[in-house]
């Protein structure tokens, strides 16, 4: 065999094995986890026919967009994510609204909230209100430092109120 064949031969040998440690290499990235994220958005009665979107806190990047149905329950399905603080945004600006006899048009920038972990895990059940909206309002304009005591009191609320 020739020099020139032979270093061709090693050559190939060590490009695919470089691969396969790479690919086994102990510092390489996890896999995005996958999951779902559904709920129901509630403010004056169920919100009907409203666009909803998950929101990444890191850089604000919307992961997945949907509509609720008639009972105002959204479904976000098949996500791709690292684990992260996120945000379900419920735009009801300008939608109808009926209270008893009385009815109107939301605000055009009226917009709810409800801010959630996900872990690898990647499922949640989330409701959006105007309750989770102010304790997301309340959050923010706490210091960083403590903790999350309004995510407590949220989840109670909410549990409490059947909205979980």
């Known amino acids: 065999m020739n020099i020139l064949r ?20 102990t510092n390489s990235r996890p896999p995005l986890a996958t999951g779902v994220v559904e709920g129901r958005v509630v403010f004056t009665g169920p919100a009907a026919d409203v666009p909803v979107r998950l929101v990444r806190l890191s850089d604000n990047g919307t992961l997945a967009e949907g509509r609720t149905d008639a009972d105002g329950r959204y479904r976000l399905a098949g996500l791709r994510f690292d684990a992260g603080r996120f945000r379900v945004e ?46 997301d309002g309340l959050a923010a304009a706490l210091p960083s430092d403590q903790g999350d005591p309004l995510g407590r009191a949220r989840a109670g609320i909410e549990a409490h109120l059947g909205l979980d």
């Open 6 to 25: 032979l270093g061709r031969r090693l050559g190939a040998l060590i490009l695919l094995s470089g691969g396969a440690l790479s690919a086994c290499d």
């Open 90 to 135: 419920a735009d009801l600006g300008d939608q109808p609204w009926r209270l008893g006899e009385r009815s109107g048009r939301h605000p055009a920038d009226l917009r709810l909230t409800a801010t959630l972990d996900l872990t690898r895990h990647g499922s949640a059940q989330v409701s959006v209100t105007g309750f989770t909206t102010l304790a």
